[in-house]
């Protein structure tokens, strides 16, 4: 369970480098950090909808 918990972080680093890249006026890097929170935001609340909160075994 470890690591959908890693990527729900880089889905939270990547939601503040998204306001940061639109800040700054950055279009590239805004385009990669919104692609980077949709896919790794999808895999977390999916394996968190799939599998529930701790694991169930």
């Keep these: 369970m470890g690591l959908p918990i890693i990527f729900a ?3 939270v ?3 503040f480098g998204a306001v940061s ?3 700054n006026k ?3 890097g805004l385009v990669f950090a919104v692609g980077t929170l949709a896919v ?7 394996t ?3 599998s ?3 694991a169930v075994h």
């Design 9 to 11: 972080l880089v889905a």
């Design 13 to 15: 680093l990547a939601a």
């Design 21 to 23: 890249a639109l800040k």
């Design 26 to 28: 950055n279009f590239l």
């Design 40 to 46: 790794f935001g999808w895999f977390s609340v999916m």
């Design 48 to 50: 968190l909808i799939n």
């Design 52 to 54: 529930g909160y701790p």
